[in-house]
């Protein structure tokens, strides 16, 4: 015969508990008896209501005490002595650190409704697929921001996303090295799967990107690059939410020409054993580039943890626990 053992011995004090619910129940069926009998004799008590006899009332509270009991036995998680079961655990332990490029560039409307809003869209919903897994915000143009360090909580995430804008990283231009060490600075120490994914559109104006890259590279950091706009060089086109009129955006008197530096970004993504996608300037799908690339090297992380415990046996008293109360019911339906 199998051995029992309790896992939560101090548990059985809620018999106590169980005891007074029962006795309570009795009191009061016994003084509504009482009442009821200060009104009307036997006879017209049985020819008027439906009550149960004495018998089956305590035959009634009985089985429900006894419901109780195997409930509480099964709160108390009663184990076989001697067997053990494995169980397995899904661990979720990347994390993921966008990298956004907010230079005005970024408005160009060759991305419905501009760049910078479709990338906050798609940076959203990939959010909204990454649950247990840790999200932070670099906001970055001629210096970085962290607007958003790492954190599991993605409503809040996805709060500081939308306040995103040209104004995040105070200062124009494109300095991608310096993003790339704020991102970095963001991982904690340890083991687990961590990303950078940078969105951006323009020429790299930092001298030390690459030197950025490989010290993401040696922290086991990788780097998914996504460039948006042409490698050849493109003028930025903008449309007046208001007015709907397109003007092309000048500096002293002249188009500004967005020219995406690729190759240093596949350099840098490289170095990382990373992925760069050039997005290119028209259809820019990046609903398909998170899928693709970003999501397998985040499911990576998700790892199966397997551990042996003792083999618990609680069903059996729940089992029981609902069988009495069924009892009880039946035995206290009007004869």
Not at 16 to 41: D, K, N, P, Q
Not at 160 to 186: C, F, N, P, Q, W
Request: proline share 4%.
């Amino acid at each position: 015969m199998m051995a029992l053992r309790f896992a939560e011995v101090q548990r059985v004090h809620l018999v106590w508990l169980a005891l007074a619910v029962v006795i309570g129940l009795a009191v009061l069926e016994l003084r509504s008896r009482s009442a009821l009998g200060a009104f009307l004799s036997p006879v017209m008590q049985r020819r008027l209501t439906a009550q149960a006899g004495l018998g089956r009332l305590a035959a009634r509270l009985g089985l429900l005490l006894c419901a109780l009991l195997a409930a509480i036995c099964a709160l108390m998680r009663p184990q076989v002595r001697g067997e053990t079961e494995t169980v397995t655990a899904v661990q979720a332990t990347a994390d993921v650190m966008f990298v956004l490029d907010t230079s005005r560039s970024m408005l160009a409307d060759d991305a419905a409704p501009n760049r910078l809003a479709r990338a906050k869209a798609e940076i959203a919903q990939l959010v909204g697929s990454l649950e247990g897994h840790r999200v932070g915000l670099v906001a970055f143009a001629g210096r970085a921001a962290t607007m958003c360090p790492l954190t599991p909580d993605r409503s809040f995430f996805t709060t500081v996303l939308s306040t995103v804008d040209t104004r995040s990283a105070g200062r124009g231009g494109t300095r991608v090295g310096e993003a790339i060490k704020a991102a970095v600075r963001g991982f904690p120490p340890g083991q687990g799967a961590k990303l950078i994914v940078l969105i951006t559109d323009g020429d790299d104006q930092d001298l030390y990107s690459k030197d950025a890259a490989k010290l993401a590279g040696d922290a086991g950091i990788k780097i998914v690059a996504i460039g948006l706009g042409s490698e050849t060089g493109s003028e930025i086109t903008l449309t007046d939410p208001q007015t709907g009129a397109k003007t092309k955006l000048m500096y002293d008197g002249k188009p500004v020409i967005s020219k995406l530096d690729g190759a240093r970004l596949r350099e840098m993504a490289l170095v990382t054993e990373g992925a760069y996608i050039p997005a290119g300037t028209s259809a820019v799908d990046l609903e398909s580039i998170m899928k693709t690339h970003v999501a397998p090297m985040v499911s990576e992380a998700v790892t199966a943890a397997q551990r042996v415990i003792p083999a618990e046996r609680y069903t059996w008293f729940l089992l029981a626990a609902l069988g009495f109360l069924f009892a009880a019911l039946w035995v206290g339906r009007t004869p």
